[in-house]
């Protein structure tokens, strides 16, 4: 039975690639911090260990206690807008805690390293982003995530690591954090429409995603490790279709039965209209077929209306003040 390691596996993805990958028969050990995960998250089935990617010693040991063929790189603090003002913070955790985990692989002779990037490695480039298009990223996020991905394909060249890439765009479902003020917009919007207070939508609120149901994506993810012919190569994984932030914003008033109420933000620096193409991942893993917006949001509400309520907490470590969303100031120390 192939054993993986999953890292993020009490976050939101990673919990759902773990319930995958038990279905596919793996052996499962999770890893994660709790910085933006819960315990209640990590399936049932997997071994669990509450460990940073950032404690050296405590890889080093897992790796040599483990003999791992495959690893789930999910583990990150993902709140790209906000990178920019917590900037050493996230190369930290989300760079050198991912060259620690590829250094092992490398060291123990991990057989495929799966790692979940990011689209903002495209930047605001041109629409659809394909995985032709030149990687420009324009925040640290992103910065961080390409550099990750470029230092795969260095390992691979110099020590043959194999590996597969990601990049996921605007997951939304079950387990999700919704206490996260900084990232998530569904669950943002989620958490006020519940508590009966206005959304916060930044600019005029016609900026599109395409949101993306979990279930459409953990078990592609998931079967990357076994996988023929996908190795070195980069996928973008997710929804086809854009929609406005404030049709989603509609759609989740509509799950809760409650009247939408909106408080219009002063626009940020984001990118206006984020979508991909996804013809290369049908290409590699065949179709399947996606569930609707509409469908996806009624089935996370019904989630929400009974996970535990967490109360958002203030974020503190605000490396740069310097134009720092007013927004955000009430909710950052
Ligand atoms: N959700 C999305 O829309 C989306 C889009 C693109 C990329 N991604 C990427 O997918 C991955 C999973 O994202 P998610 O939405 O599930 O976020 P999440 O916050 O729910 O999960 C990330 C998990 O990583 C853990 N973590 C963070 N730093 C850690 C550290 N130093 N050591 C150990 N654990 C640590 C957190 O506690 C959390 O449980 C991330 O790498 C993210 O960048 C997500």
């Known amino acids: 039975m192939p054993k993986v390691l999953i890292t993020g596996a009490a976050g939101f993805m990673g919990s759902h690639v773990a319930d995958k990958c038990l279905e596919l028969g793996f052996e499962v050990h999770g890893i994660d911090d709790l910085s933006g995960g819960f315990s209640e998250n990590v399936p049932r089935g997997i071994r669990f260990s509450e460990m940073s990617i950032l404690d050296q010693e405590a890889i080093s040991r897992l790796f040599s206690e483990n003999k791992f063929d495959y690893v789930f790189h999910l583990a990150a603090y993902a709140a790209e807008g906000l990178s920019h003002f917590i900037r050493r913070f996230n190369y930290s955790n989300n760079l050198i805690g991912s060259v620690n985990l590829i250094n092992a692989s490398v060291k123990h002779g991990v057989k495929r390293f799966i790692f979940t990037s990011s689209i903002a490695v495209y930047g605001s480039a041109q629409v659809p982003m394909t995985e032709e298009t030149k990687p420009a990223p324009e925040d640290p996020y992103g910065i961080a995530k390409y550099a990750v991905e470029m230092d795969l394909e260095s390992a691979h060249n110099l020590f043959g690591l194999e590996y597969v890439i990601f990049r996921p765009h605007n997951v939304y479902g079950e387990r999700q954090n919704i206490a996260d003020n900084f990232r998530n917009v569904i669950g943002i919007f989620m958490r006020q429409i519940s508590q009966g207070m206005p959304v916060t939508v930044f600019g005029d609120g016609l900026q599109t995603r395409a949101f993306t149901y979990i279930d459409d994506v953990s078990h592609v993810i998931a079967r990357a490790a076994e996988h023929k012919g996908v190795c070195g190569e980069v996928f973008n994984i997710g929804a086809d279709e854009p929609r406005t932030v404030l049709d989603a914003a509609r759609l989740i008033a509509q799950a809760f039965g409650a009247e939408l109420k909106i408080e219009w933000c002063q626009a940020r620096h984001e990118v206006i209209n984020a979508y991909a193409s996804h013809s290369k991942i049908r290409e590699f893993f065949g179709e399947s077929k996606p569930i609707s917006l509409e469908e996806g949001l009624a089935k996370m509400a019904n989630w ?23 927004t955000w100031r009430p909710v950052v120390e």
């Open 304 to 326: 929400f209306k009974r996970a535990s309520k967490r109360a958002p907490v203030k974020y503190r470590g605000i490396e740069l003040w310097e134009k720092l969303p007013g």
